[in-house]
């Protein structure tokens, strides 16, 4: 029981970290592509179109990490659900 | 229903997985040949080919593999898995065959990339939507104490897809001179028409098979999903459940495939400058070896959980990838080949002066001599250098040579011992893979209902093998930027998402079978 108290209140702290964890993803990737976005150069990372795609694919992702969190906050994954009619 | 004798289940696992085989093979030889397609269809210098290019390689894997999951995992739940992964089958192996058929750029001018990127978001489409529906459909149709064995026969599909792809190709190659392999109707294009001779027997196998039981059951109850889309992901029961397929399994389950597979391949080729076919070599065997364990795996998850079979797994990658590559720097370092003595000692065998550079700087002649030397040893291990020497004439010089300090060493071929040590290293990987990969498939069968499974296992997974685990080529540039002078610092991207699914996975996974998937 003290065990799962305490697995609990780890998941909500963790959440809280989830949470902060999105924006900087996306802060960085924008930084990184500011930053390396160079038409003389002849990398996959100076070309702005894949940047353009990671970015968009991964805004949608950072924001599903910070629902995550946002649920571990609140206490949705302290007990799974046994079946599917619990879902 | 489920189907518990050995051949009616044989059957079902045979012609399931040899599609999912398939579809891989056809995806992975357009990324094995991407040098020479970008000769035939993205010349250099064009700006609209270039574009072409960067979106056939990025958009696909990316944007287009997870809209595939949405449309197809929504189209298995609707309409039911047998038509909608067989559809996906003939999207998949139409597109690799009509490929093959695509004149060259000189040819038909932009409309050659134009059609090639075309049907390589096909094959993306149509990947995206037929993993979910080869693993609800085994799973599905297994007895609940061997759903992660069964099931672990399509997670064997991925790395055998490889396999088949890294030899036909081999096999192609080796049977001809480069020019006629890389021409415009050339040998590169086999791979590509070969494809439609096994997705026709596919096809064929797979009209031949029925429904899935647990799916006929519910569409006769009339409980199927009417709008799968909703259910999976506007219902925050079951919304949660994808997020935490996605954070603590797929995402790590991803880059530790793609790290031991794929960067493996590049960094063995590229970074250590192994020779062609002997790279092919190393990890062909690496995955022959390995391959058997994904069943061995899956059948050990039945017994003792999914969970930290998946976890042990990232775990093991996250501890060992910079030790592992880190050996293949030190073992291909040629200052310390040349330092080698008795058989293992390289001699020169050949010379070619490729051209030299004459600048008349004041009363100085100076001279670069571009040089290419082969090197090899009684043991069977050889490189070649390409170098560029400086000679400087002058009174005051009188013909003082300056080496060149940085040559560049490549082609290396290793010893048979040190062969078999890199296909050991490479086999490691390859069983980390199979570790966290092999559960995978039985494991998000069980965390989403049979009515909304296609899609609400379809979208994780391809967002966590896909994007999560397609951006390690990507990212490994990015972060080579930053710090040139480090060549493992790619890695640090695999390994902490890979550490940071274990710590999702840890805390927040359940290592309990589910062992009523009926509902």
């Known amino acids: 029981m003290i065990k799962k108290l305490n697995m609990n209140s780890i998941k909500k702290i963790m959440g809280f970290f989830w949470m902060i964890l999105a924006p900087v993803v996306i802060y960085l990737l924008i930084k990184a592509a500011i930053q390396n976005i160079d038409s003389t150069g002849t990398k996959d990372i100076n070309k702005p179109v894949p940047w353009i795609i990671i970015i968009t694919i991964f805004t949608p992702i950072a924001i599903g990490l910070m629902i995550f969190g946002y649920y571990s906050l609140k206490g949705e994954y302290d007990h799974l659900p046994r079946s599917s009619d619990d879902l | ?519």
């Open chain 2, 1 to 519: 229903m489920v189907l518990s004798n050995g051949k009616g289940i044989g059957k079902v696992i045979f012609s399931s997985s040899l599609g999912t085989l398939i579809e891989w093979y056809d995806f992975y030889i357009f990324g094995m040949l991407a040098k020479t397609i970008s000769i035939q269809f993205f010349p250099e210098g064009n700006d609209t080919a270039a574009l072409l290019s960067t979106l056939a390689i990025f958009a696909a894997g990316f944007l287009v593999r997870p809209f595939g999951a949405l449309v197809f995992g929504r189209l298995g739940d609707m309409i039911g898995r047998k038509s909608t992964f067989l559809f996906t089958l003939v999207l998949m192996g139409g597109s690799t065959f009509l490929i093959g058929l695509i004149p060259g750029y000189r040819t038909i001018g932009i409309a050659a990339p134009l059609l090639v990127l075309l049907l390589r978001l096909i094959q993306g489409l149509a990947l995206g939507g037929e993993y979910g529906g080869a693993a609800t459909y085994v799973a599905e149709h297994s007895p609940v104490n061997r759903r992660g064995y069964y099931t672990s026969w399509i997670q064997t599909t991925a790395t055998l897809g490889l396999f088949v792809a890294l030899g036909v190709i081999m096999l192609v190659k080796s049977n001809m001179t480069d020019a006629s392999f890389t021409s415009e109707w050339g040998g590169w294009r086999y791979p590509f028409w070969i494809s439609i001779l096994l997705v026709i027997v596919s096809i064929y196998i797979r009209l031949k098979m029925s429904e899935s039981p647990l799916y006929t059951k519910l569409k006769k109850e009339g409980k199927a999903s009417l709008n799968p889309l909703k259910e999976s992901f506007g219902n925050k029961g079951n919304f949660k459940m994808v997020l935490l397929a996605l954070f603590g399994a797929v995402m790590g389950q991803g880059v530790v495939w793609y790290t031991g597979q794929f960067y493996a391949q590049s960094f063995l080729e590229n970074t250590a400058k192994i020779e062609f076919m002997q790279n092919r070599e190393i990890m062909l065997w690496g995955i022959g070896l390995a391959t058997p364990f994904f069943l061995v795996f899956g059948a050990l998850s039945d017994r003792i959980g999914r969970k930290w079979i998946m976890l042990s797994g990232m775990l093991l990658g996250v501890i060992f990838y910079r030790p592992i590559f880190n050996t293949f720097l030190k073992d291909t370092n040629i200052k310390e080949w040349k330092k080698m003595e008795g058989n293992a000692t390289p001699t020169i065998i050949s010379k070619e002066i490729l051209k030299v550079d004459s600048t008349q700087i004041g009363n100085e002649l100076v001279q670069v001599t571009h040089s290419k030397i082969k090197w090899q040893s009684q043991q069977g291990t050889g490189f070649t250098e390409t170098r560029a020497d400086t000679i400087l004439n002058s009174e005051a010089t009188q013909g003082l040579t300056k080496e060149d300090t940085k040559p560049v060493f490549a082609d290396k071929i290793l010893s048979a011992p040190m062969k078999w040590k890199f296909i050991s290293l490479v086999f490691v990987m390859i069983l980390f893979v199979t570790m966290a990969y092999a559960p995978i498939a039985a494991f998000l069968v069980e965390l989403f209902p049979t009515r909304i499974r296609y899609t609400s296992m379809s979208l994780p997974y391809h967002i966590g093998n896909g994007v999560f685990g397609g951006l390690v080529p990507f990212i490994a540039t990015l972060l080579s930027a930053g710090s040139p002078t480090d060549p493992l610092v790619g890695l640090w991207y695999p390994i902490l998402i890979a550490a940071l699914c274990v710590v999702i996975g840890t805390f927040y996974l359940s290592n309990k079978i589910d062992k009523n998937i009926n509902d």
